[in-house]
Structure formats: structure tokens, C-alpha cells
């Protein structure tokens, strides 16, 4: 055991531009659940935490163009969250809405049919849509105005939201065998577990940014 391997998957998703993309790969959630040391969790999911330390080594070589957010000034950030993040949320999960719906009506009488799709995918429309509203219109303006210190108990509640997208996406995979497509899956099918998949690790890029990054700077200032 080494110092870095003991090091939480929050810290090192800050530190390292590749991490996350490398905890995605091998399922290890680093955005709702990153205070746990590494060792922990990839024994939990019989990986070697050598073996990704490794990764992220070689990975990190081709990511020196990668913005160090925890690097650059709260209303930068939160700029950045907003225009990219919020945007694309707004714009993909009614997309995944009308593609699901798609795929239920055409597919309703197969067994690998992923019934309640839609309407779970609806719900995670409305959760979102609330949870932007409430960080653009309570959260971000305290912290753009200097009260970030002040801030605990919006910032609380955040993250507990934060825990129910993160069961969501459980719920989603559960939902889609694991966003896998079946042998008879049509090509709107195919996308759109495709597109379920980039929702997943964005929706979680986008979680680390804030938990990991924004809150723990904002509280400090």
C-alpha cells in the first residue's frame, strides 16, 4: 500500500486530469461517493489500485490540455458549469425522452424490451430541471456574491440531490441490462444506450466538478 493508492477518489480526480475518465471505465464512482480511499474502493471491485494508479499515470500524459479547474477563479467555474453542463442537460435527456419512448413503442413486445424507460427518464427530466433551477437561482449567486462560507446548508442539500442522480443512473442501467443492447436492437436502440452511456459519465464529470471542486473551494472563501 503506497500513499497514493490511500488517497480518496475525490482528491485524485482533482489532482490528475485523467481520473475520471479512467474511474468510469472500471465503475468506480468518483463523484457521489469519491471521499473513499482508493485501496477500498477498487478491493470492493477486485481491481488492482496499483494497476490504476498506473493508468492514470499513462493517461495524464496525453491530458496536459485539460483545464485544473480547482486552479481557476469560482465565478470561471461556475461559468463554466452553467454554459456547458446545464446547457447540454437541457438539451440531451428530452432527446433520450422522445428516443426511449421510440424504442418502448416499437420494441413493447419483446422481453429485452426496456419497459419504463420513458417514464423513468421523464423523472429524471423534472429532477434536473428543479436541481438546475435552485444552484442558478439560490446557490451560485451566493457564491458569486462571497457567501460560499455561508452556504452549508444549500450546499447540503445539493449533494443530497447529487445522491438521488447517482441512483438514477443505477436505476438506468438496471433498467437496460447494464446499457447493453440486445442481439435484435434497432439502431435507435443501439444510440440510445449510446447516448445513455455519455449522459452517465458527463452527468458525473459534471457531479465531481461541483462536490469535489466548487463546494469545498466555496466553503473555505
Same mark, same amino acid.
Given at each position: 500500500m503506497n500513499a497514493a493508492t490511500t488517497t480518496t477518489l475525490a482528491e485524485l480526480?482533482?489532482?490528475?486530469?485523467?481520473?475520471? $475518465?479512467? %474511474?468510469? $471505465?472500471? *465503475?468506480? @464512482? %468518483?463523484?457521489?461517493? /469519491?471521499?473513499?480511499?482508493? &485501496? &477500498?474502493?477498487?478491493?470492493?471491485?477486485g481491481l488492482v489500485s496499483e494497476s490504476v494508479m498506473a493508468e492514470i499515470a499513462s493517461e495524464d500524459l496525453f491530458c496536459g490540455d485539460r483545464p485544473r479547474w480547482e486552479k481557476h477563479p469560482l465565478p470561471e467555474l461556475m461559468a463554466h458549469i452553467v454554459n456547458d453542463y446545464h446547457r447540454r442537460l437541457r438539451e440531451e435527456i428530452p432527446l433520450l425522452v422522445e428516443m426511449a419512448a421510440r424504442v418502448e413503442k416499437v420494441h413493447r413486445e419483446k422481453d429485452s424490451c426496456p419497459? *419504463?424507460?420513458?417514464?423513468?427518464?421523464?423523472? #429524471?427530466?423534472?429532477?434536473?430541471? &428543479?436541481?438546475?433551477?435552485?444552484?442558478?437561482? #439560490?446557490? %451560485?449567486?451566493? #457564491?458569486?456574491? /462571497?457567501? /460560499?462560507?455561508r452556504a452549508a446548508a444549500p450546499i447540503h442539500v445539493? !449533494? #443530497? !440531490?447529487?445522491? @438521488?442522480? /447517482?441512483e438514477n443512473l443505477r436505476r438506468t442501467r438496471l433498467l437496460t441490462a447494464n446499457l447493453t443492447p440486445p442481439a435484435e436492437a434497432c439502431g435507435t436502440w443501439k444510440a440510445l444506450y449510446l447516448r445513455l452511456a455519455e449522459f452517465e459519465a458527463e452527468l458525473m464529470e459534471h457531479i465531481h466538478l461541483e462536490n469535489n471542486i466548487l463546494f469545498r473551494r466555496a466553503l473555505c472563501e
Amino acid at each position: 500500500m503506497n500513499a497514493a493508492t490511500t488517497t480518496t477518489l475525490a482528491e485524485l480526480a482533482v489532482k490528475h486530469p485523467a481520473a475520471s $475518465r479512467v %474511474f468510469y $471505465r472500471h *465503475g468506480l @464512482d %468518483f463523484c457521489c461517493h /469519491g471521499n473513499r480511499p482508493l &485501496d &477500498d474502493a477498487c478491493a470492493e471491485l477486485g481491481l488492482v489500485s496499483e494497476s490504476v494508479m498506473a493508468e492514470i499515470a499513462s493517461e495524464d500524459l496525453f491530458c496536459g490540455d485539460r483545464p485544473r479547474w480547482e486552479k481557476h477563479p469560482l465565478p470561471e467555474l461556475m461559468a463554466h458549469i452553467v454554459n456547458d453542463y446545464h446547457r447540454r442537460l437541457r438539451e440531451e435527456i428530452p432527446l433520450l425522452v422522445e428516443m426511449a419512448a421510440r424504442v418502448e413503442k416499437v420494441h413493447r413486445e419483446k422481453d429485452s424490451c426496456p419497459a *419504463g424507460l420513458t417514464l423513468h427518464l421523464e423523472n #429524471i427530466h423534472r429532477a434536473v430541471l &428543479d436541481h438546475l433551477a435552485k444552484e442558478e437561482t #439560490i446557490l %451560485f449567486p451566493m #457564491i458569486e456574491e /462571497g457567501r /460560499g462560507s455561508r452556504a452549508a446548508a444549500p450546499i447540503h442539500v445539493m !449533494e #443530497i !440531490e447529487h445522491e @438521488d442522480h /447517482g441512483e438514477n443512473l443505477r436505476r438506468t442501467r438496471l433498467l437496460t441490462a447494464n446499457l447493453t443492447p440486445p442481439a435484435e436492437a434497432c439502431g435507435t436502440w443501439k444510440a440510445l444506450y449510446l447516448r445513455l452511456a455519455e449522459f452517465e459519465a458527463e452527468l458525473m464529470e459534471h457531479i465531481h466538478l461541483e462536490n469535489n471542486i466548487l463546494f469545498r473551494r466555496a466553503l473555505c472563501e
